[in-house]
């Protein structure tokens, strides 16, 4: 298929999220990198259109046809990068899933001392969808905060807050007990920036020690263990995220 063919077929970089490789941002950097062919010529465009005959290759690996759009929760331990490779050499949560998983990639992100929560897919362009903040899902946590936080700053929270240039989204935080010098947290935003909730609390004067997704949008940690994964069914993917339970096809070498 030619790039200028713009009747058929779907951007490289979709096609390589879709089949869960990577996401799009990524696909675009190993194209640059010259890293991925079709039909044995090497890219240089994350705007090459492929179609169903066309063979992929990523690194010489061929790339299967997307499966079924799948989604997992998993339960993060704290001590777990967030990453399929860290520069620094910290464990991975992809390190530690079930050997049985397909490759997945995350659906946003929970910092190296976070746990709780975490929404893993083969599918990269639902991992896009689901992270933008047109989504507006709610994220909520459980936080432990040094002191007692007085309830009329956290009220106004909800208005939002600029930090050192950074502005905030409404976050929602209500208290949920005292247990000594520290305050348990019930706190909920829809953004979700970088470290956005240590990042606010901190500049409460109320450094955060520990922090814990316990929902995403619909979905909830409830009694999952740390370090165990569990599918969601696809009638609930599609009576939730109103996605196909099975991708587009496209030819391709099986995986290897």
Known sequence: MQKGDTEKGERIAKRLARAGVCSRRDAE???????????????????????????????????????????????KPRGLMTTHRDPQGRPTVFEKL???????????????NSEGLLLLTNDGELARRLELPSTGWLRRYRVRVNGL????????????ITIDGVAYGPITATLERQQGDNAWLVVGLREGKNREVRKVM??????????????????????????KVKEVPGKVLAEQLGVKTKALSQKAAPKK
């Open 29 to 75: 950097r190993l194209i640059a990198e010259g890293r991925v062919k079709v039909n044995g010529k090497k890219l240089d465009t994350p705007a090459f259109l492929v179609g169903p005959d066309d063979i992929i290759m990523v690194d010489g690996k061929p790339v299967a046809e997307p499966d079924k759009t799948r989604l997992w929760l998993y339960h």
């Open 98 to 112: 079930p050997p049985d998983m397909p490759r997945v990639i995350s659906i946003g992100r929970l910092d190296f």
């Open 149 to 160: 936080p007085h309830p009329d700053h956290l009220a106004r929270l909800q208005k939002g």
């Open 202 to 227: 901190e500049h409460l004067g109320h450094p955060v020690s520990r922090l814990i997704r316990v929902a995403y949008g619909p979905f909830q940690l409830g009694s999952l263990e740390p370090g």
